[in-house]
């Protein structure tokens, strides 16, 4: 029958190739299966019978360094930094491996972490530079840490974890930051350098900062703002800084109510160079020649003027908020009670009146009723 003819050429055409290339060869090809394999950067690593597993596995190992990161942040891809391929193959069945296998070299480790103790004395600048990193390394290495706290016993990681398989998680995260206040100078000529006074205090603001993160094996590789967004604007603290100089210059000693030789008596306990006593001398004893002027500290109104027992010719003036200054031992006043006076005014002329032992301005500070070291105020 013509129909049995191409079974017959094929069978003959079978036993000519097993001839040719001996039957163990067939047997071979009926052994071979479908499997996968894993190629990093172009070389093959292993086959597995399993694709699913094999991905899981990967996944699994990548997801290993999301457990540091804030759980609001937003994951936009994770990678690896090598080429990793999964390609479909038909291999010998002996060549297929475990998934145990498989899973020691994806855990694969080049080097591990390297941690060192913290000393007495060690700051981030001496670890940075003694393990031949720098200091923005130390900080991205251990980020747990305020580089401002820390202290002996602590450690430091000064060479990072280094798996073979390199993972890069790429995120965004929005965080509140504090946005500190600036703080605005006033000149004042009516204060005298170095004197300050808060008019305003300042008030810290609030911003909205997204960053785009970059992860290496968890450590930050790169960090930028995307965004910023202010949800509080900080409040300026407004100080006012005093410009005026002393009254007089050269040689001698300015006080700037006076222009005197020296202080001779400090505000606090002393012996009273009269009674001998000890007791609690309220004003600055600043010596200076007879009838040197005497100026108002500031703006203010007089409250006193005249004779005022142990202080002798002696004028108050009210500055407002609390604030008196007092002028004692004078020999002459050009001022009196309710009449306004400016900054630098003269209102007298150092004396010796009262209890005195010599020429010079006692100068009192009264705040509130109570007596201040006037070398906080000069
Ligand atoms: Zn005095």
Same mark, same amino acid.
């Given at each position: 029958m013509a129909q049995k003819r191409p079974l017959f050429v094929m069978m003959v055409v079978v036993l000519f190739l097993a001839a040719l290339f001996g039957v163990k060869t067939i047997a071979d090809a009926l052994r071979k299966e479908k499997a996968y394999q894993l190629t990093v950067n172009g070389r093959k690593w292993f086959t597995v019978a399993r694709k699913d597993s094999l991905e899981n596995m990967l996944d699994e190992y990548q997801k290993q360094y999301l457990a540091n990161i804030d759980k609001n942040a937003r994951i936009k891809r994770i990678s690896f930094s090598q080429r990793v391929k999964i390609t479909e193959v038909v291999v010998d069945r002996d060549e297929i491996g475990t998934l145990e296998a498989a899973k020691e070299k994806i855990y694969a480790v080049e080097d591990e972490a390297v941690a060192i103790e913290v000393k007495q004395g060690d700051n981030f600048w001496n670890l940075a530079k003694a393990n031949d990193i720098t200091v923005k390394d130390l900080e991205i290495f251990n980020p747990d840490m305020d580089p401002d706290k820390i202290f002996p016993g602590d450690k430091l990681v000064v060479k990072p974890f280094n798996p073979v398989l390199d993972v890069v998680i790429e995120l965004e995260n929005t965080v509140v930051e504090s946005v500190p206040f600036k703080v605005e100078y006033r000149n004042d000529n009516t204060l005298y350098k170095n004197q300050k006074k808060i008019l305003k205090e300042g008030i810290e603001g609030q911003k909205e900062v997204s960053y785009n993160i970059t992860l290496l094996n968890g450590y930050q590789r790169s960090l930028k703002v995307k965004n910023e967004r202010m949800i509080k604007e900080a409040v300026n603290?407004?100080?006012?800084?005093? $410009?005026?100089? $002393?009254?007089?210059?050269?040689?001698?000693?300015?006080?700037?109510?006076?222009?005197? %030789?020296?202080? @001779? @008596?400090?505000?606090?306990?002393?012996?009273?160079?009269? $009674?001998?006593?000890?007791?609690?001398?309220?004003?600055?004893?600043?010596?200076?020649?007879?009838?040197?002027?005497v100026y108002a500290y500031t703006d203010g109104r007089v409250v006193a003027s005249g004779w005022n027992g142990g202080y002798g010719l002696c004028v108050l003036i009210d500055h407002g908020n609390g604030l008196q200054t007092r002028y004692a031992?004078?020999? %002459?006043?050009?001022? @009196?009670?309710?009449?306004?006076?400016?900054?630098?005014?003269?209102?007298?002329?150092?004396?010796?009146?009262?209890?005195?032992?010599?020429?010079h301005l006692h100068f009192e500070v009264i705040k509130n009723g109570r007596t201040q070291n006037p070398l906080n105020y000069l």
């Open positions: 603290a407004i100080v006012q800084i005093g $410009t005026r100089k $002393t009254v007089f210059k050269g040689g001698r000693v300015n006080y700037g109510v006076v222009s005197g %030789k020296r202080i @001779s @008596s400090l505000y606090g306990y002393r012996i009273h160079p009269i $009674t001998g006593r000890r007791r609690f001398h309220d004003g600055l004893d600043i010596a200076a020649a007879y009838g040197n002027g031992h004078l020999s %002459k006043i050009y001022v @009196s009670v309710g009449q306004k006076v400016s900054t630098a005014a003269k209102i007298g002329a150092v004396g010796s009146s009262g209890s005195s032992t010599g020429p």
